[in-house]
């Protein structure tokens, strides 16, 4: 009997309170027989009440997260522990609805919230983490409903995406002085996918599984800088004091460097591998040969090229897409290296006289990002003509496509369609206005500057 119902610290108080009673209703020296018909009732009957709580994959429930309920979706469970008289200890991989996939994540039992009052029933998630939508948060998602409109997307095609790559296989990479927890899958190779962390070398991408193997490859790499050629090269800007606090190292200098996909397949790959952590919607993984990779880099104290950032784009686009992918990775962002990333893009395009846009559907932090360029680009060009200028001609100035155009005007209510056509309807006071609110300083790509060693090609 003691051996059946001996409390453990993982087990639940009504076990204790069993085991206590029966011991203590024990004369001194009789032991109960274990298979006794009415222990064997008990055992099964807590069996049961701890099988009862297993939740089912798909179902609906609300999961603590920063200290409040919020909705969520079971999308995986697995078996954490066997605890003493067969109780089962399961761990949960929930998505949080409303909430980008990346921050889904492995949760225990304990997190997920019960009602007592209603029968242990779950709370229904819909009444959970529910707020008011701002005016402001309104207003983005039209921005977005507003700039994904025309992109056509598979709605089976994206359904097959998710059930693919609902789980994340890698949890964390380490990668130079940083480790860094992923956020989304990536096909990795079995023999690597299967690991928790993988070990990133900063110069060749190559990943390892141990870290021996790993320090052993930094010790005998001698590659300081990606492969390809160097295009551009600038003073690096101060960090905020926030990074520096954080224990960002400050740069000497940014460099990027242009890859052909066909020359150094290996390291594109690898790069490519290394951002689907990062990226939702990602579907190049080894396919390298039709691309071309900028990479951004910092060039440190001792001249070392250590990768920042990159954006991808097709050697010939039918869709005049001048961006296929763009990362920044996530131990370099809030740096303004994303905006000097989409520069670089469009200063290219500029450079080849065609207009181009990126390709979709964008991530949400994409999609801030060219939005803020977008922005800016445009509200420059309208001071600089004081308004006098057409929709096609901004167009054929910036290489920023008619529609990135229209739609970015549409949300700062800056045009107008009168005619059949789209007027820009705008005074230069409130271009001024517009200015002053979006006046934050960003990261350019200026091939014009003194101190670049190359120039855009």
């Known amino acids: 009997t003691e051996y059946l119902l001996r409390a453990s610290p ?29 222990l064997l009732r008990a055992a099964t009957a807590h069996t049961a009440r701890a099988h009862a709580q297993v939740l089912e994959i798909g179902a609906r429930a609300a999961c603590v997260r920063g200290g409040q ?16 008289g067969d109780a089962e200890e399961w761990g949960y991989y929930v998505h949080y609805i409303g909430l980008n996939r990346r921050l889904d994540e492995w949760v225990t039992a304990d997190r997920i919230v019960r009602d007592d009052a209603a029968s242990g029933s779950l709370r229904d998630g819909s ?3 529910s707020r008011r939508a701002t005016r402001k948060m309104k207003r983005r998602i039209d921005d977005m409903n507003a700039l994904q409109a025309g992109a056509s997307h598979d709605e089976e095609l994206e359904r097959e995406h998710e059930e693919s790559t609902k789980i994340k296989n890698i949890q964390t990479i380490e990668m130079g002085r940083f480790e860094v927890d992923t956020w989304y899958f990536s096909p990795f190779p079995d023999e690597f996918a299967q690991q928790r962390k993988l070990y990133i070398c ?16 930094c010790e005998r790499e001698r590659a300081r ?45 690898c790069l490519c591998l290394l951002a689907k952590l990062f990226l939702d919607h990602k579907t190049l993984y080894y396919d390298v040969d039709p691309f071309l990779f900028y990479v951004l880099c910092e060039v440190g104290a001792d001249g070392a090229h250590r990768i920042a950032g990159y954006f991808s784009k097709e050697k010939a686009s039918v869709e005049n897409n001048n961006i296929a992918c763009i990362l920044v990775l996530p131990q370099h962002q809030r740096k303004g290296y994303s905006k000097l990333l989409i520069d670089t893009a469009y200063q290219l395009s500029l450079r080849e006289g065609k207009v181009g846009s990126p390709e979709k559907p964008l991530s949400d932090l994409g999609l801030l990002s060219f939005r803020s360029y977008w922005t800016q680009v445009l509200l420059q060009t ?3 003509h004081r308004g006098n200028v057409s929709v096609a001609e901004m167009s054929m100035m910036t290489s920023i496509t008619t529609d990135d155009i229209i739609s970015t005007l549409q949300s700062l209510n800056l045009i107008k369609y009168w005619k059949g056509q789209h007027v820009i309807s705008v005074s230069a006071k409130i271009v001024d206005e517009h200015l002053k609110a979006n006046s934050r300083a ?5 091939p014009g500057q003194r101190h670049n060693v190359a120039h855009i090609t």
């Not at 600038?234 to 990074?243: I, K, N, S, W």
């Open 69 to 84: 309920p919020h909705p969520c979706e079971i999308i995986e469970r697995r078996l954490t522990s066997r605890t003493a």
């Open 225 to 269: 800088q990606p492969p390809g050629k160097l295009i551009y090269r600038m003073d690096a800007p101060q960090l905020q004091r926030d990074c520096i606090a954080a224990g960002l190292e400050q740069p000497k200098e940014l460099s990027i460097f242009e890859i052909n996909g066909s020359e150094a397949k290996v390291y594109c790959q």
């Open 382 to 384: 309208l001071s600089m």
């Open 202 to 217: 900063e110069f060749t991408l190559k990943y390892m599984k141990k870290r021996k193997t790993y320090v052993a490859h």
């Open 10 to 38: 993982a087990a639940p108080p009504c076990r204790t309170r069993r085991a206590q009673s029966l011991r203590g209703c024990e004369p001194h020296g009789v032991r109960r027989n274990p298979t006794h018909p009415s």
């Open 442 to 446: 960003s990261l350019r790509c200026d």
């Open 127 to 129: 009444e959970l983490g």
